[in-house]
């Protein structure tokens, strides 16, 4: 699967800066570009959408589709909310996730309205940014396919939106391991992790290890399997869910 084009919208340099960098650092995930202006975000969009159209002419600077917006709310030209209303209104479809200190009501459930998948409050460290990514690109890998098999499927691909934060962790769990379980099994699709590989390669133990997959595979983000060969009673492994 191709990696996840991500166009990062925030007026503030700096914040722009650590933002993309965060980008760099997940797997599955590449900066599309930074845009500090609404209107200039649009032009990147529309570019993008351009370039991805059947039949488009090829062009020097033509730019590859773009296929996530991590959207400031507060921006100097308009606000995170009206941008993806034009967008919509446009027929630009590219997900969303809001990425802002806005924590008023009514903005929260304008952006649920518009479709916007996560909302990330500032200030925030970069466990809780790369859980809340992970879970996007869970989501998306699930729906790659032009077509869903069933019920189930559809179920556990918006289940895997609904990341913990690390306050929602069962008891003992903290969101930077949860994200860190989260790489290490992504890196190792497609063969899957037994609790015990698990908690070797990140020096948790067994039981730790363990809680932290099933806790994956309750929230859809990962799936359970068993594994035979081996003498004796076969083993429980894990797997990245859509890998």
């Known amino acids: 699967m191709s990696a996840i084009r991500v166009l990062v919208v925030e007026d503030e340099p700096l914040t722009a800066e650590a933002h993309a960098a965060y980008v760099g650092r997940l797997e599955g995930f590449e900066l599309a570009g930074v845009a500090h202006t609404g209107s200039a975000a649009i032009r990147a969009l529309r570019a993008a959408a351009g370039a ?23 921006l100097p030209d308009t606000t995170g909310i009206e941008l ?8 630009i479809e590219t997900d969303v996730i809001a990425v802002t200190a806005v924590r008023d009501a009514a903005v929260v459930r ?3 309205s518009l479709g916007i998948v996560q909302y ?9 940014f790369a859980e809340k990514l992970g879970a996007y690109r869970d989501y998306h890998s699930r729906l790659a396919d032009s077509v869903v ?6 179920d556990s691909s918006f289940a ?3 990341s913990s934060s690390g306050g929602d962790l069962p008891k003992g769990l903290t969101a930077a391991t949860l994200g860190q379980v989260r790489e290490v099994l992504r890196g190792a699709a497609p063969a899957g ?4 590989e698990l908690g070797a390669r990140l020096s948790l133990s067994r039981v730790t290890a363990r809680r932290y997959l099933e806790h ?13 060969g081996a003498p004796g009673r076969p083993e429980v492994e894990y797997r990245a869910a859509g890998r």
């Open 52 to 74: 991805a159209q059947p039949g488009a002419a090829p062009s020097d600077d033509a730019q590859p589709g773009i296929d996530l917006i991590l959207l400031d709310v507060n």
């Open 84 to 91: 993806c209303r034009h967008l919509r209104a446009s027929g």
């Open 110 to 112: 304008s952006a649920v």
């Open 120 to 128: 990330l409050i500032k200030p925030f460290t970069f466990a809780s």
């Open 149 to 154: 098999t069933d019920q189930s499927e559809i």
């Open 160 to 162: 895997a939106l609904r």
């Open 193 to 196: 992790l037994s609790a015990t």
């Open 216 to 228: 994956l595979t309750d929230t859809g983000a990962a799936v359970r399997g068993q594994r035979y």
